[in-house]
Each structure stands twice: as structure tokens, then as C-alpha cells.
């Protein structure tokens, strides 16, 4: 009787997957988060975050494809981490100010343009 229960415990045990697909994608977003923050000019963080987000939702929309996740799933499935990224990708877009990321690219062009012969 007591093996029987086990078992039973074993197949109605919630999944870690969810959790460890979280913590995959928050292990590989925290070390570009953070070089971000250390090597790029406060106004351009915000703007490099969004396509670092937009590049790992895009990276989950692929693997959500490639192993045929289900859409209309009860658990969280790789869709639901895309769509995530995506909105966050978003945000941060919206509230970073790209008239300060065009005028840094401009002052790279210009800088590049005077430093060749």
C-alpha cells in the first residue's frame, strides 16, 4: 500500500520544467544585463535591454516551434516565455528614449566618417 501511495505522488508531483526554463532564461539575461549596465551610457541601456529581450523571445518562439508546445496548455509552455519577453522587450523600448540611442549612432558615424583617410 505505502509503494502504491508513492507513486501516486510521483505522477501528481507539480513540474519543474516551468522553473527551469525561468531560471535558464534569467541566468542568460542577468550576465548581458549586466554588461550592459557596466559598459554602455545610461541613455542606451534601456534600448540595448529591449533587443536583448526582443533576441531571447525570438530564441523561445523558435524553440516553442521546434518542440511543438502547445498553445492552449494549462502549464506554462515556451509560448508563454516569448510572449513574456516580448512585453518586457516592449517596455523597455517604450521607456527608453530613442532620440538618445539615434544621436549616439549619428556621433558613431560621424566619428568614423572623420577618422578614415
Avoid: H, Y
Avoid at 78 to 93: I, L, N, S, Y
Amino acid at each position: 500500500m505505502l509503494a502504491s501511495s508513492s507513486n501516486w505522488i510521483m505522477r501528481n508531483a507539480p513540474s519543474l520544467e516551468p522553473f527551469g526554463v525561468f531560471a535558464l532564461f534569467g541566468a542568460v539575461t542577468l550576465f548581458p544585463v549586466i554588461l550592459l549596465i557596466r559598459l554602455l551610457e545610461p541613455a542606451l541601456v534601456l534600448p540595448a535591454f529591449s533587443i536583448l529581450l526582443f533576441a531571447e523571445a525570438a530564441i523561445a518562439a523558435i524553440v516553442a516551434g521546434l518542440v511543438r508546445a502547445q498553445t492552449n496548455s494549462a502549464n506554462i509552455t515556451w509560448w508563454d516565455f516569448a510572449g513574456a519577453f516580448t512585453f518586457m522587450g516592449c517596455a523597455a523600448a517604450i521607456f527608453g528614449e530613442p532620440d538618445q540611442a539615434a544621436l549616439f549612432f549619428e556621433e558613431e558615424a560621424i566619428a568614423r566618417a572623420n577618422s578614415q583617410p
